[in-house]
Protein backbone atom coordinates (compact mmCIF):
# COMPACT_ATOMS: atom_id res chain seq x y z
CA UNK A 1 0.00 0.00 0.00
CA UNK A 2 1.36 3.16 -0.91
CA UNK A 3 0.37 6.97 -1.41
CA UNK A 4 0.76 10.26 -2.28
CA UNK A 5 -0.05 13.88 -0.64
CA UNK A 6 -0.38 16.68 -3.24
CA UNK A 7 -1.90 18.64 -0.96
CA UNK A 8 -0.01 21.19 1.71
CA UNK A 9 0.38 19.27 4.39
CA UNK A 10 0.37 22.57 6.62
CA UNK A 11 -3.02 23.70 5.82
CA UNK A 12 -4.93 21.01 4.77
CA UNK A 13 -7.76 20.01 7.17
CA UNK A 14 -6.91 17.31 9.66
CA UNK A 15 -10.18 15.87 9.76
CA UNK A 16 -9.97 15.28 5.92
CA UNK A 17 -6.26 13.42 6.23
CA UNK A 18 -7.78 11.54 8.68
CA UNK A 19 -10.44 10.36 6.51
CA UNK A 20 -8.10 9.44 4.13
CA UNK A 21 -5.46 7.43 6.36
CA UNK A 22 -8.19 5.67 7.27
CA UNK A 23 -9.45 4.41 4.01
CA UNK A 24 -5.53 3.30 2.99
CA UNK A 25 -5.36 1.01 5.91
CA UNK A 26 -8.47 -1.04 4.81
CA UNK A 27 -7.15 -4.38 3.72
CA UNK A 28 -8.56 -4.31 -0.13
CA UNK A 29 -6.74 -0.71 -0.68
CA UNK A 30 -3.91 -1.09 -3.21
CA UNK A 31 -2.95 2.57 -3.55
CA UNK A 32 -4.01 6.25 -3.44
CA UNK A 33 -3.25 10.10 -3.61
CA UNK A 34 -4.57 13.39 -1.98
CA UNK A 35 -5.41 16.32 -4.16
CA UNK A 36 -4.54 20.06 -3.18
CA UNK A 37 -8.14 20.91 -2.93
CA UNK A 38 -8.95 17.82 0.29
CA UNK A 39 -11.44 18.64 2.61
CA UNK A 40 -13.19 16.25 4.85
CA UNK A 41 -16.47 14.24 2.92
CA UNK A 42 -18.65 11.45 3.22
CA UNK A 43 -16.40 8.27 4.66
CA UNK A 44 -13.88 9.44 1.84
CA UNK A 45 -12.34 12.82 1.67
CA UNK A 46 -13.20 15.26 -1.18
CA UNK A 47 -10.50 15.51 -3.68
CA UNK A 48 -8.72 11.84 -2.98
CA UNK A 49 -8.19 9.01 -4.83
CA UNK A 50 -7.92 5.45 -4.25
CA UNK A 51 -7.08 2.40 -5.70
CA UNK A 52 -8.49 -1.02 -4.87
CA UNK A 53 -8.21 -4.90 -5.60
CA UNK A 54 -11.39 -7.25 -6.51
CA UNK A 55 -14.12 -4.67 -4.22
CA UNK A 56 -15.80 -1.65 -5.41
CA UNK A 57 -16.62 0.99 -2.04
CA UNK A 58 -19.76 2.90 -2.78
CA UNK A 59 -19.32 5.56 -0.50
CA UNK A 60 -15.92 6.02 -1.94
CA UNK A 61 -17.61 7.38 -5.15
CA UNK A 62 -20.29 9.13 -3.05
CA UNK A 63 -23.84 10.36 -3.68
CA UNK A 64 -23.97 12.35 -6.90
CA UNK A 65 -22.13 9.35 -8.95
CA UNK A 66 -20.94 11.17 -12.19
CA UNK A 67 -21.24 14.52 -11.00
CA UNK A 68 -18.48 17.00 -12.81
CA UNK A 69 -17.86 19.85 -15.23
CA UNK A 70 -18.99 20.21 -19.38
CA UNK A 71 -17.31 22.81 -21.22
CA UNK A 72 -17.48 24.41 -24.34
CA UNK A 73 -15.80 27.04 -26.19
CA UNK A 74 -18.40 28.73 -28.59
CA UNK A 75 -17.48 30.77 -32.06
CA UNK A 76 -19.00 34.26 -31.08
CA UNK A 77 -16.47 37.28 -29.60
CA UNK A 78 -17.26 38.16 -25.52
CA UNK A 79 -17.22 41.71 -26.38
CA UNK A 80 -20.57 40.70 -28.07
CA UNK A 81 -22.41 39.60 -25.16
CA UNK A 82 -21.56 41.86 -22.31
CA UNK A 83 -23.93 44.23 -22.40
CA UNK A 84 -26.63 41.09 -22.59
CA UNK A 85 -25.43 39.64 -19.30
CA UNK A 86 -28.88 40.18 -17.67
CA UNK A 87 -30.63 38.82 -20.17
CA UNK A 88 -28.65 35.73 -20.97
CA UNK A 89 -29.11 35.48 -16.99
CA UNK A 90 -33.04 36.03 -17.04
CA UNK A 91 -33.20 33.45 -20.50
CA UNK A 92 -30.93 30.46 -18.38
CA UNK A 93 -33.23 31.07 -15.20
CA UNK A 94 -36.56 30.65 -17.53
CA UNK A 95 -35.48 27.87 -19.46
CA UNK A 96 -32.81 25.78 -17.15
CA UNK A 97 -34.95 24.35 -13.90
CA UNK A 98 -32.59 24.73 -10.54
CA UNK A 99 -32.86 23.78 -7.28
CA UNK A 100 -35.68 20.86 -7.31
CA UNK A 101 -37.20 21.97 -9.48
CA UNK A 102 -37.50 19.48 -13.44
CA UNK A 103 -38.85 19.80 -16.62
CA UNK A 104 -42.06 19.93 -17.92
CA UNK A 105 -41.31 17.28 -20.07
CA UNK A 106 -38.63 15.21 -21.14
CA UNK A 107 -35.25 16.81 -23.25
CA UNK A 108 -34.26 15.40 -26.24
CA UNK A 109 -31.25 13.98 -24.57
CA UNK A 110 -33.39 11.75 -23.31
CA UNK A 111 -33.56 9.01 -26.28
CA UNK A 112 -29.57 9.01 -26.01
CA UNK A 113 -30.28 7.01 -22.80
CA UNK A 114 -30.67 3.33 -21.97
CA UNK A 115 -32.90 1.94 -19.79
CA UNK A 116 -31.58 1.76 -16.09
CA UNK A 117 -29.99 -1.91 -16.09
CA UNK A 118 -31.31 -3.31 -12.91
CA UNK A 119 -34.57 -3.35 -10.81
CA UNK A 120 -33.09 -0.87 -8.21
CA UNK A 121 -32.09 1.19 -10.64
CA UNK A 122 -34.94 1.47 -12.21
CA UNK A 123 -37.13 2.13 -9.10
CA UNK A 124 -35.01 5.29 -8.42
CA UNK A 125 -35.54 6.44 -11.73
CA UNK A 126 -39.22 6.23 -11.22
CA UNK A 127 -39.61 7.59 -7.17
CA UNK A 128 -36.90 10.55 -8.43
CA UNK A 129 -38.72 11.94 -11.43
CA UNK A 130 -35.10 11.16 -13.59
CA UNK A 131 -36.91 11.43 -16.84
CA UNK A 132 -37.68 15.33 -16.22
CA UNK A 133 -34.82 15.75 -14.40
CA UNK A 134 -32.63 15.34 -17.26
CA UNK A 135 -31.45 19.03 -18.09
CA UNK A 136 -31.63 20.01 -14.79
CA UNK A 137 -28.76 21.90 -12.72
CA UNK A 138 -29.47 20.94 -8.99
CA UNK A 139 -28.72 23.33 -6.12
CA UNK A 140 -25.50 23.33 -3.62
CA UNK A 141 -22.28 24.41 -5.46
CA UNK A 142 -23.56 23.06 -8.86
CA UNK A 143 -23.67 26.02 -11.88
CA UNK A 144 -23.57 27.61 -15.33
CA UNK A 145 -21.24 30.09 -16.08
CA UNK A 146 -20.90 32.18 -19.60
CA UNK A 147 -17.31 33.33 -19.46
CA UNK A 148 -14.34 34.27 -21.59
CA UNK A 149 -11.10 33.34 -22.30
CA UNK A 150 -7.88 35.19 -22.68
CA UNK A 151 -8.49 35.41 -26.57
CA UNK A 152 -11.99 37.04 -25.87
CA UNK A 153 -13.81 33.76 -26.80
CA UNK A 154 -16.94 32.74 -25.00
CA UNK A 155 -17.54 29.50 -23.15
CA UNK A 156 -19.74 27.77 -21.60
CA UNK A 157 -19.41 25.67 -18.40
CA UNK A 158 -21.99 23.62 -16.39
CA UNK A 159 -20.76 21.87 -12.95
CA UNK A 160 -24.03 19.60 -12.29
CA UNK A 161 -24.44 15.20 -11.53
CA UNK A 162 -26.77 12.49 -11.40
CA UNK A 163 -29.51 14.70 -9.75
CA UNK A 164 -31.88 13.06 -7.64
CA UNK A 165 -31.72 9.03 -9.27
CA UNK A 166 -28.15 9.01 -8.94
CA UNK A 167 -28.19 9.94 -5.16
CA UNK A 168 -31.07 7.04 -4.50
CA UNK A 169 -29.05 4.84 -6.56
CA UNK A 170 -25.84 5.63 -4.48
CA UNK A 171 -27.92 5.41 -0.78
CA UNK A 172 -29.36 2.40 -1.33
CA UNK A 173 -26.01 0.47 -2.49
CA UNK A 174 -24.64 2.26 0.78
CA UNK A 175 -27.64 0.23 2.71
CA UNK A 176 -26.48 -2.97 0.90
CA UNK A 177 -22.66 -2.71 1.64
CA UNK A 178 -22.85 -1.48 4.80
CA UNK A 179 -25.83 -4.20 5.84
CA UNK A 180 -28.02 -1.51 7.16
CA UNK A 181 -31.58 -0.15 6.49
CA UNK A 182 -29.86 3.22 6.91
CA UNK A 183 -26.77 4.44 4.93
CA UNK A 184 -23.97 4.46 6.97
CA UNK A 185 -20.69 6.33 6.98
CA UNK A 186 -17.62 4.38 6.45
CA UNK A 187 -15.66 2.21 4.39
CA UNK A 188 -18.09 -0.84 3.16
CA UNK A 189 -17.19 -2.73 0.17
CA UNK A 190 -18.66 -4.49 -2.49
CA UNK A 191 -17.38 -7.76 -4.13
CA UNK A 192 -16.99 -7.35 -7.70
CA UNK A 193 -17.58 -10.72 -8.57
CA UNK A 194 -20.34 -11.15 -6.50
CA UNK A 195 -24.22 -9.88 -7.74
CA UNK A 196 -24.11 -6.92 -5.53
CA UNK A 197 -20.99 -5.82 -6.73
CA UNK A 198 -21.43 -6.53 -10.67
CA UNK A 199 -25.39 -4.58 -10.38
CA UNK A 200 -23.55 -1.61 -8.38
CA UNK A 201 -21.17 -1.30 -11.22
CA UNK A 202 -23.86 -1.61 -13.88
CA UNK A 203 -26.12 1.16 -12.22
CA UNK A 204 -22.94 3.45 -11.56
CA UNK A 205 -22.08 3.19 -15.45
CA UNK A 206 -25.87 4.11 -16.39
CA UNK A 207 -25.58 7.07 -13.52
CA UNK A 208 -22.53 8.21 -15.18
CA UNK A 209 -24.15 8.36 -18.60
CA UNK A 210 -26.94 9.93 -17.11
CA UNK A 211 -25.30 12.62 -15.50
CA UNK A 212 -23.07 13.02 -18.54
CA UNK A 213 -26.16 13.42 -20.86
CA UNK A 214 -27.72 15.95 -18.14
CA UNK A 215 -24.75 18.05 -18.49
CA UNK A 216 -25.14 18.02 -22.57
CA UNK A 217 -28.69 19.14 -22.56
CA UNK A 218 -28.24 22.47 -20.42
CA UNK A 219 -25.45 22.99 -22.99
CA UNK A 220 -27.45 22.74 -25.76
CA UNK A 221 -30.27 25.53 -24.14
CA UNK A 222 -27.52 27.93 -23.19
CA UNK A 223 -25.93 27.53 -26.93
CA UNK A 224 -29.54 28.23 -28.57
CA UNK A 225 -30.01 30.91 -25.67
CA UNK A 226 -26.71 32.86 -26.68
CA UNK A 227 -27.63 32.09 -30.47
CA UNK A 228 -31.28 33.93 -29.89
CA UNK A 229 -29.41 36.69 -28.78
CA UNK A 230 -26.16 37.65 -30.73
CA UNK A 231 -27.07 35.57 -33.69
CA UNK A 232 -25.17 32.01 -35.70
CA UNK A 233 -21.78 32.18 -35.12
CA UNK A 234 -19.55 29.58 -36.91
CA UNK A 235 -20.10 26.13 -35.12
CA UNK A 236 -19.61 25.28 -31.56
CA UNK A 237 -16.48 23.44 -30.44
CA UNK A 238 -16.68 19.63 -29.39
CA UNK A 239 -17.57 19.99 -25.50
CA UNK A 240 -15.21 18.83 -22.53
CA UNK A 241 -16.92 17.00 -20.07
CA UNK A 242 -15.27 14.96 -16.81
CA UNK A 243 -16.68 14.04 -13.98
CA UNK A 244 -15.29 13.62 -10.76
CA UNK A 245 -17.23 11.31 -8.53
CA UNK A 246 -16.82 8.00 -10.07
CA UNK A 247 -14.83 4.58 -10.57
CA UNK A 248 -13.20 2.97 -13.16
CA UNK A 249 -10.92 -0.27 -13.58
CA UNK A 250 -7.94 0.11 -14.81
CA UNK A 251 -4.88 -2.69 -14.67
CA UNK A 252 -7.14 -4.66 -12.56
CA UNK A 253 -7.67 -1.96 -9.61
CA UNK A 254 -11.14 0.10 -9.63
CA UNK A 255 -9.69 3.75 -9.65
CA UNK A 256 -12.25 5.37 -7.10
CA UNK A 257 -12.24 9.10 -7.73
CA UNK A 258 -14.26 11.32 -5.08
CA UNK A 259 -13.70 15.13 -6.07
CA UNK A 260 -11.18 14.41 -8.27
CA UNK A 261 -11.08 14.08 -11.84
CA UNK A 262 -9.10 11.85 -14.22
CA UNK A 263 -5.86 13.40 -15.91
CA UNK A 264 -4.11 10.82 -18.17
CA UNK A 265 -1.80 12.25 -20.49
CA UNK A 266 -3.12 14.41 -23.18
CA UNK A 267 -6.73 14.08 -21.58
CA UNK A 268 -8.90 17.74 -21.11
CA UNK A 269 -10.47 18.32 -18.26
CA UNK A 270 -12.09 21.19 -16.25
CA UNK A 271 -11.15 22.62 -13.17
CA UNK A 272 -13.73 25.64 -11.74
CA UNK A 273 -12.80 27.86 -8.78
CA UNK A 274 -15.24 30.24 -7.69
CA UNK A 275 -17.79 32.30 -8.62
CA UNK A 276 -15.32 35.04 -9.01
CA UNK A 277 -11.97 33.48 -10.02
CA UNK A 278 -13.57 31.22 -13.12
CA UNK A 279 -12.23 27.90 -14.14
CA UNK A 280 -9.31 26.59 -15.97
CA UNK A 281 -9.61 24.54 -18.81
CA UNK A 282 -6.38 21.44 -18.48
CA UNK A 283 -4.42 18.93 -19.64
CA UNK A 284 -3.43 16.07 -17.73
CA UNK A 285 0.22 14.11 -17.74
CA UNK A 286 -0.92 11.32 -16.21
CA UNK A 287 1.19 10.99 -13.29
CA UNK A 288 1.12 8.05 -11.95
CA UNK A 289 1.73 9.09 -8.14
CA UNK A 290 -1.80 10.77 -8.73
CA UNK A 291 -2.91 7.53 -10.50
CA UNK A 292 -3.48 10.04 -13.81
CA UNK A 293 -5.68 12.62 -11.53
CA UNK A 294 -6.17 16.12 -10.32
CA UNK A 295 -8.14 18.40 -8.26
CA UNK A 296 -11.57 18.88 -9.18
CA UNK A 297 -11.79 22.91 -7.73
CA UNK A 298 -10.51 25.24 -5.54
CA UNK A 299 -12.23 22.75 -2.38
CA UNK A 300 -14.16 24.32 0.23
CA UNK A 301 -11.87 26.49 2.95
CA UNK A 302 -15.52 26.49 4.96
CA UNK A 303 -18.30 24.55 5.47
CA UNK A 304 -21.69 25.72 4.78
CA UNK A 305 -22.81 26.41 7.79
CA UNK A 306 -19.71 28.27 8.78
CA UNK A 307 -19.11 30.45 5.93
CA UNK A 308 -23.33 31.41 6.23
CA UNK A 309 -22.42 32.77 9.75
CA UNK A 310 -19.13 34.17 9.32
CA UNK A 311 -18.95 35.69 5.76
CA UNK A 312 -20.08 39.49 4.90
CA UNK A 313 -22.65 40.03 1.96
CA UNK A 314 -20.90 43.48 1.67
CA UNK A 315 -17.74 42.05 1.10
CA UNK A 316 -19.05 39.19 -1.23
CA UNK A 317 -21.25 42.01 -3.13
CA UNK A 318 -17.73 43.83 -3.64
CA UNK A 319 -15.92 40.83 -4.78
CA UNK A 320 -18.67 40.25 -7.61
CA UNK A 321 -18.63 43.04 -9.31
CA UNK A 322 -18.62 43.35 -12.90
CA UNK A 323 -20.15 39.56 -12.73
CA UNK A 324 -23.98 38.78 -13.18
CA UNK A 325 -24.57 36.67 -10.47
CA UNK A 326 -26.85 35.49 -7.60
CA UNK A 327 -25.03 37.28 -5.11
CA UNK A 328 -27.53 37.44 -1.85
CA UNK A 329 -27.33 36.18 1.92
CA UNK A 330 -28.54 32.54 0.09
CA UNK A 331 -25.84 31.92 -1.83
CA UNK A 332 -23.16 33.76 0.66
CA UNK A 333 -21.92 29.59 0.83
CA UNK A 334 -20.69 30.06 -2.44
CA UNK A 335 -18.93 32.94 -2.39
CA UNK A 336 -15.18 32.77 -3.51
CA UNK A 337 -14.46 33.58 0.23
CA UNK A 338 -15.58 30.20 1.04
CA UNK A 339 -13.36 28.33 -0.81
CA UNK A 340 -9.55 27.76 -0.68
CA UNK A 341 -7.32 29.94 -3.43
CA UNK A 342 -8.01 28.52 -6.48
CA UNK A 343 -4.48 30.08 -7.73
CA UNK A 344 -2.52 28.67 -5.15
CA UNK A 345 -4.65 24.95 -5.58
CA UNK A 346 -3.53 25.55 -9.57
CA UNK A 347 0.62 25.68 -8.26
CA UNK A 348 0.07 22.43 -6.38
CA UNK A 349 -0.59 20.25 -9.00
CA UNK A 350 1.99 22.03 -12.35
CA UNK A 351 3.00 18.43 -12.19
CA UNK A 352 -0.34 16.17 -12.28
CA UNK A 353 -2.00 19.23 -14.75
CA UNK A 354 -0.94 22.08 -17.51
CA UNK A 355 -3.10 24.78 -17.38
CA UNK A 356 -4.39 25.77 -21.38
CA UNK A 357 -6.60 28.35 -20.68
CA UNK A 358 -8.19 30.38 -17.62
CA UNK A 359 -12.07 31.25 -18.23
CA UNK A 360 -13.01 34.35 -16.34
CA UNK A 361 -17.18 34.68 -15.57
CA UNK A 362 -19.74 37.08 -16.77
CA UNK A 363 -22.38 35.60 -15.81
CA UNK A 364 -22.77 32.87 -13.42
CA UNK A 365 -25.89 30.92 -12.20
CA UNK A 366 -26.16 29.03 -8.97
CA UNK A 367 -28.63 26.30 -8.11
Known amino acids: MSYKIFADLTTAD??????????????????????????????????????????????????????????????????????????????IKQ?????????????????KLPEPPTALSKAQYSKRGGANQLGTLGGGNHFIEIGEDHKHSVWVIIHSGSRGTGHGIAGEYMKLASGSDKAKEGHYPLFVDCDEGADYIADLNWALNYALRNREA???????????????????????????????????????????IHADAGMYGVIPGNMRDGSFIVIGKGNEEALCSSSHGAGRELGRDQASKTLSLEEFQYEMQGVRANVSQGTLDESPMAYKNIFEVMEMQKDLVDVVAHIKPIVNLKG
Open 95 to 111: RVPMGTASHSTPVRELS
Open 218 to 260: MLRIVHQILEELVGKWAPRSRSINRNHNHAELKDGLWIHRKGA
Open 14 to 91: PAALSQFYEAMKQPFAVKGAVMPDVHKGYSLPIGSVVATRGVIVPSWVGYDIGCGVGAMKLGIDSRAIVDLSEEIYKR
